[in-house]
């Protein structure tokens, strides 16, 4: 089965600064997906971030970036720029490839990292 | 808004009731997926429904159910509540089954069982 790690329950970072969250996984898949996603006070579910496993650049969008090392099996995310508005919890999930695949379309999610931002 | 409604926000019950969570996918989603979100157990899927019928299921309960109606909602029933099933219940839905699709989430149904 696959599972996702994250090791850092909480990180601040000073506002207009830059922040990087870890994540890590295992999969014996060799086509997947990954996500970062974030979950403000709200509780909305917000996707950020996504990396197809098959793509060996990474992923950017707008003062977020990806940096998806595949041998070790890491993803970390990187805000650049912080802004108040970041300030939320950020979970890592993955995805199983091979589309239509049957049954393989659930999102498998690390434990979260909470970000607070100092102004 | 990711177009995905849930009802009700908040759910205050007793151990012992059932409940009924309900969700209104995205128009033109085939697509349901439960999660469960406790401080226990982090987020985790439960069941996925795609066109009316029962595509996976994750960690669910034997007392929890769910189907998906022709109209494409989506209802899931947790039965014999216990204090351990208080938790946020998300519904999140997708337009095909294929991996680059994302998966929107509702705003979620908070389940408090005292």
């Known amino acids: 089965a696959q599972t996702v790690t994250q090791s850092q329950p909480e990180m601040s970072v000073q506002e207009a600064e830059t922040v990087t969250l870890s994540c890590t996984y295992d999969t014996s898949e060799s086509d997947y997906y990954l996500f970062w996603y974030k979950q403000p006070p709200s509780r909305q579910m917000i996707l950020v971030i996504r990396?197809?496993?098959?793509?060996?650049q990474n992923a950017t969008e707008n003062r977020f970036s990806v940096n998806f090392q595949k041998a070790a099996k890491s993803f970390s995310l990187k805000i650049s720029d912080s802004q108040l508005g970041d300030a939320a919890m950020y979970f890592c999930?993955?995805?199983?490839?091979?589309?239509?695949?049957?049954?393989?379309?659930?999102?498998?999610f690390g434990t979260g990292t909470r970000l607070t931002i100092i102004p | 808004d990711s177009g995905v409604t849930q009802t009700p926000k908040h759910l205050i019950t007793a151990t012992g009731q059932r409940v009924t969570l309900r969700c209104s996918p995205r128009s033109g989603d085939l697509s349901v997926y439960w999660y469960q979100q406790s401080l226990d157990q982090g987020l985790q899927f439960l069941i996925q429904?795609?066109?009316?019928?029962?595509?996976a299921k994750g960690n669910i309960l034997e007392r929890f159910s769910a189907q998906q109606f022709p109209d494409l909602h989506s209802e899931l029933n947790l039965s014999s509540l216990e204090l351990g099933d208080s938790a946020l219940y998300f519904c999140?839905?997708?337009?095909?089954?294929?991996?680059?699709?994302?998966?929107?989430f509702g705003p979620g149904t908070r389940l408090t069982v005292l």
């Open positions: 999140a839905s997708s337009s095909e089954t294929g991996p680059r699709d994302e998966q929107f």
């Open positions: 999930a993955y995805r199983q490839g091979s589309s239509r695949n049957f049954g393989n379309e659930k999102l498998t």
């Open positions: 429904y795609y066109n009316g019928e029962e595509r």
């Open positions: 990396q197809e496993a098959y793509k060996q």
